[in-house]
C-alpha cells in the first residue's frame, strides 16, 4: 500500500458559540492517496466546508489527528502550517481571489514570491502554468478584462504554480454557467489524469461530482457515504463525445 497523501483520524472539530458548542465535524476517518480526483457533497451545515479547512490547514482540529505527507499537522506551529500551505496545498475558491491591479501573470506567480523565488523564475513557472490552462495570450492582461470562466483558470494556474501535490477547490464553479463549470471540470480532469495532481472539490451540485472518481458524502457531521463515483464511466464516454464533436 502506498503512503497516503492525507491521512485523517477520529477527526472533532467544535466551535463554541457563546455558551453552545457546534460540533461541526465528529469523529472522522479518511485517507485519500496520491492522483486520486475526490468530490465532497453535503447539505448545508454537514460539515463539508468545516472539512475542506481541516484540510487546507486553514483550521486546527479539536481532536484527531491530520497527517499530510507523513507530517503531523497538529503538531506544527503557525509559521510552519503556513508554509505547509503555500508549498503543499493549492486553493480554488469561487470567487477567483485575484488582485484586479495586477497582471494575471503576476497573481500566477505571487505564491512564489512567498517561497523566495526570483523574478525571473517566478515569471517562468507562471507563464508555463497559464500555457497549460489555455491563457498564453492572456498573459497582461488584468483580472477585470477577463470572463468568469479565465478568471478561474488564472486561480487554477496560480494553485499550479508552486507544484503542490493537492488541490482542494471550495464550489470552484459556484460563480460560472454551465457550460463554463464544465470546461472548467474538463480541466481539473486532464490536470487529474496528465500531472498526477490529487484534486478534492467540495461541491452541492451532483453533475460537478460525477467529474471526480470517488465521492463522499458530509451529514450532521459524519460521512454516510464514500465510495467510487456512480456511473462515473458512462459519464467519462458523455463528456468525451461531446468534445469529440
Known amino acids: 500500500m502506498t503512503d497516503a497523501l492525507v491521512d485523517i483520524r477520529d477527526a472533532h472539530k467544535t ?3 457563546g455558551s453552545v458548542a457546534v460540533r461541526a465535524v465528529r469523529g472522522v476517518s479518511c485517507r485519500i492517496d496520491r492522483g486520486e480526483f475526490v468530490a465532497i457533497t453535503g447539505a448545508s451545515g454537514s460539515g463539508k466546508s468545516t472539512f475542506m479547512h481541516l484540510l487546507g490547514c486553514l483550521d486546527r482540529l479539536t481532536s484527531g489527528t ?3 505527507e507523513r507530517r503531523d499537522v ?3 506551529n ?3 502550517l503556513a508554509a505547509l500551505r503555500n508549498r503543499r496545498i493549492g486553493f480554488v475558491f469561487q470567487s477567483f481571489n485575484l488582485l484586479s491591479r495586477t497582471s494575471i501573470v503576476d497573481n500566477v506567480a505571487l505564491p512564489l514570491t512567498y517561497q523566495g523565488v526570483g523574478r525571473r523564475e517566478r515569471r517562468r513557472r507562471a507563464t508555463e502554468m497559464l500555457e497549460r490552462v489555455g491563457l498564453a495570450d ?8 477577463l470572463s468568469g470562466g479565465q478568471q478561474q483558470r488564472v486561480a487554477v494556474a496560480r494553485a499550479l504554480v508552486t507544484r503542490a501535490p493537492l488541490i482542494l477547490a471550495d464550489e470552484p464553479t459556484g460563480n460560472l454557467d454551465s457550460t463554463t463549470s464544465q470546461e472548467i471540470m474538463n480541466l481539473f480532469t486532464s490536470l487529474n489524469r496528465d500531472e498526477q495532481v490529487c484534486i478534492v472539490v467540495v461541491t452541492h451540485e451532483s453533475e460537478i461530482a460525477a467529474y471526480a472518481a470517488r465521492h463522499i ?3 450532521d457531521g459524519l460521512i454516510v457515504t464514500d465510495e467510487p463515483t456512480a456511473d462515473k464511466g458512462a459519464a467519462d464516454a458523455s463528456r468525451e463525445a461531446v468534445l469529440a464533436s
Do not use: A, D
Open 15 to 17: 466551535y463554541e458559540t
Open 66 to 68: 491530520y497527517h499530510l
Open 74 to 76: 497538529g503538531r506544527l
Open 78 to 80: 503557525r509559521r510552519e
Open 138 to 145: 492572456r498573459l497582461h492582461h488584468h483580472s477585470n478584462q
Open 217 to 219: 458524502v458530509f451529514k
